[in-house]
Structure formats: structure tokens, C-alpha cells
Antibody, heavy 117, light 108 residues
Framework: QVQLQESGPGLVQPSETLSLTCTVSGGSISKYYWTWIRQSPGKGLEWIGN???????NYNPSLKSRVTISVDASKNQFSLRLISVTAADTAVYYCARPGYFWAFDIWGQGTTVTVSS | DIQMTQSPSTLSASVGDRVTITCRAS??????LAWYQQKPGKAPKLLIYKASILDSGVPSRFSGRGSGTQFTLTISSLQPDDFATYYCQHSDSYSYFTFGPGTKVDIK
């Protein structure tokens, strides 16, 4: 079955750029939307944005000015780029796939990103 | 934007108890609601979508009801594996997704 795996640096300096990649295995990235979600320490879940395999994107308005999500269908990967990070961006970042009726039925295990000098 | 609230924020219960968690939307969302279970250090797991449809493999002790602005997740007989945090989530398109703040179910 389809599995997702996040990868990227676990530590980012304040004001720098956070970059993560999600690798899709066990299936094709085509014909689906793919999503980034984050969870700050002790807090709830926040939708960051998603991308269709063709490259069409949607972003959370609260993060839109700092976020870029891209897709590389040839590698079965999609990526997150968040610029000008602060301590408030410290979180576990998940990649996920929305399935029936926009419910996330497949999740990566999550990767912890800490913003600190 | 549609806001989701959940009550209670924490619920203390015992094994075998019937447990109900409520999720409310700031405006009508039809039945476009999902429920997730999350355990510490793990990714959320989909339990229910479209308000009442159990995802594959989810035990039948979980059930969801509601439409419009008020929804419930019920665990008919709480099991040790059910102590976790539960989130509701709404979307009716791929352009925006929102989650409730969560309800932690812990041991009384």
C-alpha cells in the first residue's frame, strides 16, 4: 500500500528556510493531492497546504506568504519550503494524502523540525 | 473561514465506559467531517469520514453522527487502546482544511 516518508533537516536557524521532502512509495503520485500538516509542541494540527500532481497548489492563508509546495512526479516526491522561520515554526511536520471526502487516510510518520540558533 | 471547536478538551474515563466527544462548526458543513485518533509520538489515524463512515479496519465500537454544525464521536465501550487524543477535521474542497483543537481521553 501507499506509504509516505518525510525527510529533511531537524534543525533550522531563525530567519532561514525550512525545506522538507515527502517520498511516496507503493504507488504513484499521479492523480492525487498531497498535503503538508504540522503540529507544534503540545498543540493541535495545522494544515499548511497541498499540491496536485500537476503542480496546482492551495495554501493556508495564515502561512501563504512564506510557503511553497512543489512536486517532482519523476521522483514520486513533493516538497515543502517555508521561508523566514521563527521559533513558532518549531513543530512536527507531516505529509499526508486526502482520500475520500477530503479525509486524510494516509500519513507519514512525521519529522521534527526545531527552529533555534 | 469555518472554525471548529471540540468539547470537552479533556475527558477522564474508565475502561468499559461509553464516551462521547462533540465537534461544532461555526457554520453548516453538511456532513463533511472526519475524526482522527492520535497517540503520543504518532501520526493521526483516520477513524471516520463523511461524519459517520468508518474507515477500513476501525473497530465498530467507534461511531460518528451529525450534520450541519454539530457532530459527535462515540466510543461505545472504551478499551485500553483508546486512550488518546481525538481531532475532528473539515473540508469540502481541496482549497482549505481545518482541524478542531482536540479532545484528550485519559484514564480516570
Amino acid at each position: 500500500q501507499v506509504q509516505l516518508q518525510e525527510s529533511g533537516p531537524g534543525l533550522v536557524q531563525p530567519s532561514e528556510t525550512l525545506s522538507l521532502t515527502c517520498t511516496v512509495s507503493g504507488g504513484s503520485i499521479s492523480k492525487y493531492y498531497w498535503t503538508w500538516i504540522r503540529q507544534s509542541p503540545g498543540k493541535g494540527l495545522e494544515w499548511i497546504g497541498n499540491i496536485y500532481y500537476t503542480g496546482s497548489t492551495n495554501y493556508n492563508p495564515s502561512l501563504k506568504s512564506r510557503v511553497t509546495i512543489s512536486v517532482d512526479a519523476s521522483k514520486n516526491q513533493f516538497s515543502l519550503r517555508l521561508i523566514s522561520v521563527t521559533a513558532a515554526d518549531t513543530a512536527v511536520y507531516y505529509c499526508a494524502r486526502p482520500g475520500y471526502f477530503w479525509a486524510f487516510d494516509i500519513w507519514g510518520q512525521g519529522t521534527t523540525v526545531t527552529v533555534s540558533s | 473561514d469555518i472554525q471548529m471547536t471540540q468539547s470537552p478538551s479533556t475527558l477522564s474515563a474508565s475502561v468499559g465506559d461509553r464516551v462521547t466527544i462533540t465537534c461544532r462548526a461555526s457554520q453548516s458543513i453538511n456532513t463533511w467531517l472526519a475524526w482522527y485518533q492520535q497517540k503520543p509520538g504518532k501520526a493521526p489515524k483516520l477513524l471516520i469520514y463523511k461524519a459517520s463512515i468508518l474507515d477500513s479496519g476501525v473497530p465498530s465500537r467507534f461511531s460518528g453522527r451529525g450534520s450541519g454544525t454539530q457532530f459527535t464521536l462515540t466510543i461505545s465501550s472504551l478499551q485500553p487502546d483508546d486512550f488518546a487524543t481525538y481531532y475532528c477535521q473539515h473540508s469540502d474542497s481541496y482549497s482549505y482544511f481545518t482541524f478542531g483543537p482536540g479532545t484528550k481521553v485519559d484514564i480516570k
